[in-house]
């Protein structure tokens, strides 16, 4: 009986085990993810490409660089900013999505130039050069370092940050905030705090011209 007793033993211990590590996992989760209560769909701290203003329209994206929806949609966001400069503020925030070896790795990139003033500038280089390492297998930092040295960046200040925990950390914050607010897939924009459903190429402007008209 004895011996008998022992594999039940060992497999209740190991369901234990298993059941507090996903009890500890749930609770670290849960205590860094954000407060669903103080939410926000735009921060202080969110990368703003053109501020109109207090009494412009605020477009807000939640993007993935390696997303090829994204990058499709690329060109038309900066047909749109151009066309409505000074009318509108865009901002956008990161979203890599899980099943993108690179996205996070993109995202870190982009950060760690932000850090240095420079968000915009990897911000173009990184969707105009999608192609180029999207859907890789394998991560592409070193691809992106390389975009950094191109840019003429402290390189010294952009390997530290994007070796600093903190700077996904602060990638994973938007990614987090943007589930508590609905964000599923990408891009996804809001516009004047309202979810847009993109079902036309065009519903993004024809969303800023009704928002504009008010």
């Not at 975009?147 to 994007?162: E, H, K, R, S």
């Not at 589930?179 to 402007?205: A, H, M, Y």
Request: glycine share 6%; hydrophobic share 45%; net charge negative.
């Amino acid at each position: 009986m004895k011996t008998a007793a022992k594999p039940l033993i060992a497999a209740a211990t190991v369901l234990v085990a298993l059941v507090l590590a996903s009890l500890i996992y749930f609770l670290i989760d849960r205590a860094q993810a954000p407060d669903p209560a103080s939410a926000s769909i735009l921060r202080p701290d969110s990368r703003v490409l053109d501020d109109g203003g207090t009494d412009a329209v605020t477009i807000v994206e939640f993007l993935d660089f390696e997303c090829e929806a994204c990058g499709a949609y690329y060109p038309i966001v900066e047909e749109l900013r151009e066309k409505y400069a000074g009318r509108i503020t865009y901002a956008v925030r990161y979203f890599p999505l899980p099943g993108h070896v690179n996205s996070t790795h993109a995202a870190i990139a982009a950060e760690a130039a932000a850090q240095q003033g420079r968000f915009e500038d990897m911000y173009h280089r990184l969707f105009e050069t999608q192609a180029e390492w999207g859907e890789a297998q394998e991560s592409r930092a070193a691809a992106f370092r390389d975009y950094a040295a191109q840019l003429g960046l402290d390189m010294t200040a952009y390997d530290t940050a994007v070796a600093d925990p903190s700077t996904e950390a602060r990638v994973r914050s938007d990614f987090d905030e943007g589930r508590i607010l609905g964000v599923g897939s990408t891009p996804t924009f809001f516009v004047d705090g309202t979810l847009l459903v993109i079902e036309r190429w065009n519903d993004l402007e024809t969303a800023i011209e009704s928002a504009l008209r008010g």
